[in-house]
């Protein structure tokens, strides 16, 4: 599964206005909300602020991939957003996180569920990636290096790999 299958412009947001974990969730709740994948945003925020006191999915650099599994989730969707100043989301590295890409999906779909969060986390560890998505100006500029990326990684065919539930891979 490619990333520009589940990201669209509508769900990628240049520059989040919340100051915190909580606000910048509720923002890209609400993208992922308008453009119509959940059909209770409340019961998903819940869903993904429940699994973000399991355990951070903030995984150091500046990047957090806050993902859940719901039934108010009509399909595996994701919302991108960066965050000027950072938030504190209690980083495996304690440093503030720039980077959100948020995941949704319903509770059926596992193995798309952990393709689509590997690819995510491939994206962001790239430097030259990340840079590009933080050089942007617009949601369309952060597509086209999402379409670029997609387009790499497809050539290289790359296996995702779990061990106890965990994604291992590979930067690119």
Known sequence: MLLEDV????????ELKGSDKKSVME????????????SDKDAFLSAIMEREELESTAIGGGIAI????????????????MVKNGVEFNALDGKPVTAVF??????????????????????LKSDVM??????????????KVVLD?????HKASVEVSTKEGRVIHKDI
Not at 7 to 14: A, I, Q, R
């Open 7 to 14: 990201l669209s412009k509508k769900t990628v947001v240049v």
């Open 27 to 38: 923002e890209l709740t609400e993208c992922l909300a308008d453009e119509k994948v959940l």
């Open 66 to 81: 806050p993902h859940a599994k719901h039934e108010s989730v009509k399909k595996i969707f994701c919302a991108l957003g």
């Open 102 to 123: 948020m995941v949704a999906s319903p509770p059926d779909l596992n193995r798309e569920y952990i393709q689509v969060v590997a690819r995510a986390a491939r994206l």
């Open 130 to 143: 990340m840079q590009k998505i933080a050089a942007a100006t617009s949601p369309q500029e952060i597509m």
């Open 149 to 153: 990326f997609d387009r790499i990684l």
